[in-house]
């Protein structure tokens, strides 16, 4: 190799080197070689890991050899070799050699690495360096040989000592009496194998009886108790093989002591086989894992104390409420509590200072929590004992309710107390909870009257003489009660009969007086304004029919509640708020008008679509040409007929023949009714009747209609006075009424003198139509 250089105005001259670049490569050798292990433990599976980089590519189909693994607890056979680079793999145990191929390339200066697993001699003994070589054919389809070559790093020493690499113990409850979940977390440098026995002792102070079952729980590893004593020692049985360093937790529930105490530090012991030793002899502290096992820590100075409670039982949450502060009503009382510690069948609960309720004494309903049905209510020290049907976990809510009535009078709002004696186990008994006072003062100060907090009315339809639903919303401060009555004053100008009313709601039904303009409802569940939690606010509809004009004037709604039943309630008057009944709409009618085309010569179909402020009804109404074979029944108007010297009774059908030259004599001495069937059914909205001049002419007539011609009671629907001297008096209903059955019944007479045993009408005619006619 020849170099020259110049330096400004030097000139060097050319020199020769001799180097060895650029030769032909060195002889294939390991670059690097190291060999580690994961156990040191006498007898303990072993994973070996070799790393080694050649200065050559080593092609797939070589052969890598490792050399000097003798002494092994392993036997020779077939053996498994994992890595990237390799497959397969022999051991011959007696010359301590493995021998396996290579799979995949492994490139110059680039890691082989092979992992295996050995077992460790069954007692301690010098360590081994393993030789790794390899034979195979370069890239250039040359043979070569790595010649054998110790790896950095002794192995198979089984010098080990078993040992804890990781032990943390916590407690979930430092209260006395608590249930204490234990958890333990733990690794060792020797491998678990499946049937090891591990004891936990030094736990001290539970109240756990012997035998008793730790309710044990572990998700990575499968443990079983063995047996536990009371005495503090715990034993449990590994069910599964546990790797070396394998990280995992278990825990189990004892119950703390029903004193203070000083806390205690566990110990940990294992008959791990096969070296039979103890992780740590008895006696000695385990510790939280900040170190190794350290048996001769002082304990002073470790961590994870356990079982020394300290904190007293107390109620996390004890609240009180209740819904109603109304004078003399009933009122439900809300207690919730949250124990801090497991109550357990037969704890009795008291809660104490409700003064002022008028209750007497005995049991009382308790509901919302399904451990509890009845209390004991004292009223001396107006307390309800309740006693536990189940136990309730620490920490689980526990709500329950019961009704009282409220005081008579106002008095300041009680403060309230929640006790317990607690019943752990029936040897227990003298565990008590602290008397705790509530977080506030809230019941029985009975400090309102009962009153409407809301009273609304709105109404559908202003046009006079229509049917005008009124829809009502009222609230108070009470509990409506079912059974009670409410009553809506003021609604005058109404024309709908007297009666009965459908509300909206349900099946409930009010009653309507319409001299009065009065209408009375009783309370049930359907008119609460929600399915549930809704029994202050109603919400309903009635329909009533408008006066026949504008009355010029809203009507003045006013609202009362009165309830007589189990307790007494009343609610005085009180203003309606809302605009209705005054009638000032007009009738108006809007029509829209469509086509389906606009294509010249096309069928064209014509949609109108008609709206109403007003009852458009089903058909067209009109005074009905009556048939003689409408007349049904006519023996209780003729009855003790023929009168007048023997002459025969004039025919019923003279009522409707349309002439006024004839009519019906009706007798006073029968029930005074004909009664008629239209052969179907007709929208009747009035009647048209003749009297007759003179003293024996009737003076007033009623109608009444029914689906059943037999039925016993039939409906009004309407009366009326006729005009003097055989004029034509109208009797326009209030509404129409459909019905195929009618009867015309005689109520008064012009006769005064009683000289006439009869009345007479001399013609009849109905208003209405048939809805099937259209």
């Known amino acids: 190799l020849q170099v020259s250089f110049s330096f400004e105005g030097v000139t060097a001259n050319a020199l020769t080197i001799s180097s060895s670049i650029l030769q032909a490569p060195t002889q294939p050798q390991w670059i690097a070689a190291t060999a580690t292990e994961g156990n040191a433990i006498p007898g303990d599976p072993n994973r070996i890991t070799i790393t080694a980089i050649a200065n050559l590519e080593i092609l797939p189909g070589s052969t890598i050899v490792l050399t000097g693994l003798v002494n092994t607890g392993t036997r020779s056979g077939f053996l498994s070799v994992a890595g990237d680079q390799v497959s397969g793999g022999t051991f011959d145990s007696v010359s301590g050699r493995i021998q396996v191929s290579v799979s995949n390339s492994v490139l110059p200066s680039s890691p082989l690495i092979l992992h295996?697993?050995?077992?460790?001699?069954?007692?301690?003994?010098?360590?081994?360096?393993?030789?790794?070589?390899?034979?195979?054919?370069?890239?250039?389809?040359?043979?070569?040989?790595?010649?054998?070559?110790?790896?950095?790093?002794?192995?198979?020493?089984?010098?080990?000592?078993?040992?804890?690499?990781?032990?943390?113990?916590?407690?979930?409850?430092?209260?006395?009496?608590?249930?204490?979940?234990?958890?333990?977390?733990?690794?060792?440098?020797?491998?678990?194998?499946?049937?090891?026995?591990?004891?936990?002792?030094?736990?001290?102070?539970?109240?756990?009886?012997?035998?008793?079952s730790l309710n044990l729980k572990s998700v990575q590893v499968s443990l079983v108790q063995v047996s536990w004593k009371n005495s503090g020692e715990l034993v449990l049985m590994v069910n599964q093989d546990v790797e070396t360093h394998y990280l995992f937790s278990f825990s189990f529930v004892v119950t703390n002591s029903l004193t203070t105490r000083s806390p205690v530090v566990p110990v940990i012991s294992s008959d791990i086989t096969p070296a039979e030793q103890e992780i740590a002899a008895p006696g000695k502290p385990w510790f939280d894992g900040l170190k190794l096992w350290a048996g001769d820590q002082p304990p002073d100075?470790?961590?994870?104390?356990?079982?020394?409670?300290?904190?007293?039982?107390?109620?996390?949450?004890?609240?009180?409420?209740?819904?109603?502060?109304?004078?003399?009503?009933?009122?439900?009382?809300?207690?919730?509590?949250?124990?801090?510690?497991?109550?357990?069948?037969?704890?009795?609960?008291?809660?104490?200072?409700?003064?002022?309720?008028?209750?007497?004494?005995?049991?009382?309903?308790?509901?919302?929590?399904?451990?509890?049905?009845?209390?004991?209510?004292?009223?001396?020290?107006?307390?309800?004992?309740?006693?536990?049907?189940?136990?309730v976990a620490p920490l689980q809510s526990l709500s329950f309710s019961f009704s009282l009535v409220n005081p008579t009078s106002p008095q300041p709002a009680q403060t309230t107390f929640v006790a317990i004696s607690e019943a752990l186990t029936r040897a227990y008994d003298a565990l008590k909870f602290t008397i705790t006072p509530t977080t506030s003062n809230c019941c029985l100060s009975a400090s309102d009257s009962p009153k409407f907090t809301k009273a609304t009315v709105r109404e559908t339809l202003s046009v006079p003489n229509e049917m005008n639903t009124l829809l009502f919303a009222i609230s108070s401060n009470a509990k409506f009660p079912i059974g009670a009555k409410l009553t809506i004053s003021g609604l005058s100008g109404v024309q709908s009969l007297t009666g009965d009313v459908p509300v909206s709601k349900g099946a409930a039904v009010a009653n309507w007086t319409q001299e009065t303009g009065v209408l009375v409802i009783p309370i049930s569940d359907s008119l609460y304004s929600c399915p549930r939690g809704c029994e202050r606010s109603l919400e309903f509809s009635v329909s009533l029919r408008n006066a026949k004009s504008n009355l010029a004037r809203y009507a003045s709604l006013t609202v009362s509640l009165l309830y007589l039943q189990d307790?007494?309630?009343?609610?005085?008057?009180?203003?309606?708020?809302?605009?209705?009944?005054?009638?000032?709409?007009?009738?108006?009618?809007?029509?829209?008008?469509?086509?389906?085309?606009?294509?010249?010569?096309?069928?064209?179909?014509?949609?109108?679509?008609?709206?109403?402020?007003?009852?458009?009804?089903?058909?067209?109404?009109?005074?009905?040409?009556?048939?003689?074979?409408?007349?049904?029944?006519?023996?209780?108007?003729?009855?003790?007929?023929?009168?007048?010297n023997g002459l025969a009774c004039l025919p019923a059908t003279y009522l409707i023949d349309g002439l006024l030259t004839t009519g019906v004599?009706?007798?006073?001495?029968?029930?005074?009714?004909?009664?008629?069937?239209?052969?179907?059914?007709?929208?009747?909205?009035?009647?048209?009747?003749?009297?007759?001049?003179?003293?024996?002419?009737?003076?007033?007539?009623?109608?009444?209609?029914?689906?059943?011609?037999?039925?016993?009671?039939?409906?009004?629907?309407?009366?009326?006075?006729?005009?003097?001297?055989?004029?034509?008096?109208?009797?326009?209903f209030n509404q129409s009424f459909s019905s195929q059955y009618w009867r015309l019944v005689l109520d008064s007479t012009t006769d005064t003198t009683g000289g006439y045993p009869f009345a007479t009408i001399q013609e009849l005619q109905f208003h209405g139509c048939s809805p099937s006619d259209g």
Not at 160 to 184: F, H, L, M, Y
Not at 349 to 376: D, K, M, N, P, R
Not at 595 to 619: M, Q
Not at 689 to 707: E, H, I, L, Q
């Open 116 to 212: 295996f697993t050995l077992k460790n001699p069954s007692s301690r003994r010098n360590p081994v360096y393993p030789q790794i070589s390899g034979t195979g054919m370069t890239v250039s389809g040359v043979a070569f040989a790595i010649l054998p070559t110790y790896c950095v790093g002794a192995i198979l020493s089984a010098s080990g000592t078993p040992a804890i690499e990781n032990a943390t113990v916590t407690e979930s409850s430092q209260r006395i009496g608590d249930k204490n979940t234990i958890t333990v977390t733990l690794s060792a440098n020797f491998a678990i194998s499946t049937g090891t026995k591990v004891t936990i002792s030094n736990l001290v102070g539970t109240n756990s009886p012997d035998g008793a």
């Open 301 to 391: 100075e470790s961590k994870g104390y356990i079982l020394g409670p300290f904190e007293a039982p107390i109620w996390n949450v004890a609240q009180i409420s209740e819904d109603s502060t109304i004078v003399g009503m009933p009122n439900i009382i809300s207690v919730l509590l949250v124990p801090s510690i497991k109550l357990n069948n037969g704890s009795s609960i008291t809660v104490s200072g409700l003064f002022g309720t008028s209750y007497s004494g005995g049991s009382i309903q308790v509901t919302g929590f399904s451990a509890i049905t009845l209390g004991e209510w004292t009223p001396e020290y107006g307390s309800l004992t309740l006693t536990l049907k189940d136990s």
């Open 567 to 644: 307790f007494s309630l009343f609610i005085g008057t009180t203003p309606v708020v809302g605009r209705v009944l005054k009638t000032d709409g007009s009738p108006s009618v809007l029509a829209y008008v469509n086509e389906s085309t606009t294509s010249p010569g096309a069928s064209n179909t014509i949609g109108v679509e008609v709206k109403a402020n007003f009852d458009l009804g089903v058909c067209t109404t009109m005074w009905l040409v009556s048939l003689a074979s409408w007349i049904y029944d006519a023996s209780g108007a003729q009855q003790s007929c023929p009168w007048r």
């Open 665 to 732: 004599e009706i007798s006073l001495a029968g029930t005074r009714t004909i009664t008629f069937n239209l052969l179907k059914v007709y929208r009747v909205d009035g009647f048209k009747v003749y009297g007759k001049a003179g003293a024996s002419s009737a003076r007033g007539v009623s109608f009444y209609f029914s689906d059943d011609p037999s039925a016993a009671m039939w409906s009004l629907a309407g009366s009326v006075i006729l005009m003097p001297g055989g004029l034509p008096t109208i009797l326009d």
